[in-house]
């Protein structure tokens, strides 16, 4: 941005010591150049220090049903050719620059899993929201998304919840890019639980016949026991 100016004099001669000079003067007008925004997934060095590796290799991020570990993350590196422009670069998540973090919630439709807001209600207007984790971004560009295992235990086998999140960075003059953050998770098959009825105990009494009763229950967080 702004103008440079570059000074500077010519001259000529006819070789019989007869010359003229002029003055050059060359401006030189700056535009806004738009920041850039670069996705990555840094992995550690054998030294244990953090390397960026492949530019776009954050964008498309994994979680498991039932994984020990259920966060996965990446970094936003942004760059201004304009270097007065680069301390006041802003990041954005899904647009807003204020709130950079996010609680995903998700309910199945029909065959197919879709996120919705937390009050999402089915066609027998009961809550059916189910909690799947928190997207944050922080400042310095890196952003986590952690499941709740909770939630996603009500992935079936072979399904999947997919989730969009758009990181964008603006300059001082408005010039934006964004780049967008996709986790897919994977549902597993969990194990139903039984749930037995209390132990009783029948006194033998030697003149009537005496019984005990109960009922055994089961349950499955996909809600596929039978």
């Given at each position: 941005n702004g103008d440079q100016s570059m000074n500077g004099t010519s001259s000529a001669s006819d070789g019989s010591n007869t010359s003229a000079a002029s003055d050059i003067n060359v401006v030189i007008t700056g535009t806004n150049d738009k920041p850039t925004l670069s996705l990555y997934k840094p992995t550690l060095s054998t030294e244990g220090k953090e390397q960026l590796g492949v530019a776009g290799a954050g964008a498309n991020l994994y979680v498991a049903d039932g994984s020990s570990d259920m966060e996965v993350?990446?970094?936003?590196?942004?760059?201004?050719?304009?270097?007065?422009?680069?301390?006041?670069?802003v990041l954005s998540l899904d647009g807003s620059s204020s709130a950079l973090t996010k609680t995903i919630y998700a309910f199945k439709n029909g065959s197919n899993w879709e996120t919705c807001?937390?009050?999402?209600?089915?066609?027998?207007?009961?809550?059916?929201?189910?909690?799947?984790?928190?997207?944050?971004?922080?400042?310095?560009?890196?952003?986590?998304?952690?499941?709740?295992?909770?939630?996603?235990?009500?992935?079936?086998?072979?399904?999947n919840l997919v989730i969009e999140s758009v990181i964008g960075v603006s300059d001082t003059h408005g010039a934006t890019d964004s780049g967008k953050v996709t986790v897919t998770i994977t549902g597993t098959n969990d194990a139903p639980v039984l749930n037995a009825f209390?132990?009783?105990?029948?006194?033998d009494n030697g003149t009537t016949s005496q019984s005990c009763s109960g009922s055994i229950t089961s349950s499955d967080a996909e809600s596929d026991a039978t």
């Open positions: 993350s990446g970094k936003a590196v942004t760059f201004d050719a304009d270097v007065n422009d680069r301390s006041g670069l807001d937390s009050n999402h209600k089915n066609a027998q207007n009961e809550v059916d929201a189910q909690k799947m984790g928190r997207f944050v971004l922080g400042t310095d560009g890196k952003y986590t998304f952690t499941g709740n295992q909770e939630g996603i235990s009500h992935l079936g086998q072979g399904e209390a132990a009783q105990t029948i006194t």
